[in-house]
């Protein structure tokens, strides 16, 4: 430990000598390259051992900072995705939407030319409801009788129509 003393100024300085220059000699660092982090490492456990927080407590430390600084990372990528993949689908949708909307157009240019193409095809607007009472309805009792009464109504028919031609 070094002391916070003054030096006494009753004692004469001594003479300071010139100190011959120092030699210089090649320092070959291929085994401090292999030692480096052994070193490294072995200075860390020393200073922890003189202080009063653990290798254990800095070692969790710097886990956790490794694990929020990559977790964050993971967390803004998948963010950028969700934001190409939202700005994609709402493209799509704007898409969709148009054509949908052209679709709609078609289909009320054609409802409104509806009228004019029946009448070219010489149909006629219906002027009045047609309705069918069925609460007299009898089903056939056998298909013999059925096939009967058809022939008897086309009868009907057939005879009718040759009175209209006459």
Known sequence: MRS???PSTSRRPQSVTASPRPQLHVVSD??????AVTGGLTRLVV???S?????????????FLAATLVGAL?????????????????ANITQLTQDVEE????LDALEASLPDKA??????LQQGSLSIDLNGYKPAESSNTASHNSNKTNEATN???????Q
């Open 4 to 6: 916070n003393a003054v």
């Open 30 to 35: 291929t085994g401090k390259q292999r030692n």
């Open 47 to 49: 200073w922890t051992r």
């Open 51 to 63: 202080r009063s927080t653990s290798l254990f407590h800095i070692v969790i430390a710097a886990l």
């Open 74 to 90: 993971v967390l803004r990528t998948q963010m950028v995705e969700n934001s190409f993949e939202a700005a994609s689908v709402q």
């Open 103 to 106: 679709d709609q157009a078609k």
């Open 119 to 124: 009448e070219q095809l010489g149909m006629v």
């Open 159 to 165: 005879s009718e129509k040759a009175g209209e031609g």
